[in-house]
């Protein structure tokens, strides 16, 4: 069964066949998509960082970045399981070869798509109007943010706080989400996502 192809598609590796060999697109499809599907569970349980200046238009940002966000991290797992579709194709049909270019174009696709989304939601909404529709801007409360740096370590890109019980908080820099590395279940839920993928071919070879 071929398992390796050149840059003209044309299959330069094999392997026997078995039931890890022949379905291991479907296992990392089923990854993928599961994955995807457990961590836009748990961002919509995630806490929201609210302005406490104005909660409340706050909110309405953080629900709607979370909508944009969780919608486009399901169309990217969309593109990359029609991407792992593609390039399984040729390994089932061992006399028909697609182009590379076909291969990868639902996944740029679906980059795409985040990144769209990413520039034009902000992080937490906060490229996002300040009021819907011809609803009054919200007075600002006068309450600052609590401080919080001292969670941050790596140039602020890791959050590390045991006494915070939330697996997912937002990130300082970029769009979505990161890990509580201070929480015990986030590390475990880390180590199963990391771990399933590699587990799979060794369990099924």
Known sequence: ??????????????????????????????????????LS??????????DPARPADSARRHRRFSVRAVISLLLLAG???????????????????????LVLLPLLTGLAIVVGVALRTGQGGSRLPAADGGA???????????????????????????????????????????LNFGNPRALLLLALIVGLPLALPLIFR
């Open 136 to 178: 009054p801007e919200e007075e600002n409360t006068g309450v600052v943010r609590r401080d919080d740096d001292q969670y941050w370590r790596g140039a602020g890109s890791l959050y590390v706080n045991r006494d915070d019980p939330s697996l997912f908080v937002q990130k300082r820099f970029g769009f979505g989400w990161t």
């Open 41 to 50: 569970w748990f961002s919509f349980r995630a806490r929201p960082e609210l």
């Open 79 to 101: 593109c990359v399981d029609v991407s792992i579709l593609a390039g399984a194709w040729p390994i089932w049909h061992a006399d028909q070869n697609l182009s590379p270019v």
């Open 1 to 38: 069964m071929a398992v390796h192809f050149n840059a003209s598609g044309i299959p330069d590796g094999f392997a026997t066949k078995s039931v890890g060999s022949v379905f291991f697109p479907v296992f990392v499809q089923a990854g993928v998509t599961a994955t995807i599907l457990v």
